[in-house]
């Protein structure tokens, strides 16, 4: 069994319901992008654990005043990163994520600041998909993504985000619509 741990906005926050519109939404964009699944907003802390790893999840120390801040709105090509919002670098994020590769994956610190820092790329995902994205899907996506930012009162996505939230540990095997949430903790915020 696959397992991966996210990090979600609070969800009875604003921007949880945002995010999970922009899901919906985006892919309605550019027909191409139409067979994009839906999935929870998030931002994946750390994928590939084992079904041992579950018990662990509750040793996790988890930095107080977690906060996250959208960057910028990002395109990419793999599939699980086709269009997302890179997400800042922050101190707090980092440390959950090294904290998270130490108890989850038994790492040493040292392991894990190296995973952090040369593999780890923080971002919340908007589309799953396998198209190649041109000018004209990347425009028609700017410009939702824009047009929802003034719906909600922001000149941009750029710099909101939030802080505290739920860490879920979440079946991610099969197809997306098949994941599962298997725990969930909330943090405080």
């Known amino acids: 069994m696959t397992l991966s741990l996210w990090l979600t906005p609070p969800p009875e926050s604003p921007i949880y ?4 519109q922009l899901i919906t939404e985006l892919p309605k964009a550019d027909p191409s992008l139409e067979v994009s699944p839906a999935f929870l907003p998030h931002i994946t802390i750390l994928t590939g654990l084992a079904q041992a790893n579950m018990s662990l999840l509750t040793l996790l120390k988890v930095p107080r005043e977690l906060a996250v ?5 990002s395109f990419g090509g793999a599939y ?3 269009i ?3 997400m800042e670098r922050s101190d ?9 590769r130490m108890k989850l994956k038994n790492m040493s610190e040292d392991e894990a600041q190296r995973a952090v820092e040369s593999e780890y790329d923080p971002h919340a995902s908007l589309v799953y998909n396998d198209v190649k994205l041109n000018d004209t899907i990347k425009e028609a996506v700017r410009h939702a993504v824009e047009k929802n930012a003034d719906e909600l009162g922001y000149n941009t996505w750029e710099g909101s985000g939030w802080t505290g ?3 879920l540990l979440v079946r991610t095997e099969g197809p997306v619509v098949q994941w599962e949430v ?7 915020g």
Request: proline share 0%; no cysteine.
């Open 17 to 20: 319901a945002h995010i999970s």
């Open 165 to 167: 939230g739920q860490l």
């Open 182 to 188: 298997l725990k969930t903790i909330t943090l405080s």
């Open 84 to 86: 997302y919002f890179s």
């Open 80 to 82: 699980f990163k086709k």
């Open 69 to 73: 801040s959208i960057e910028s709105l």
């Open 92 to 100: 707090t994020l980092i440390e959950l994520a090294k904290e998270a």
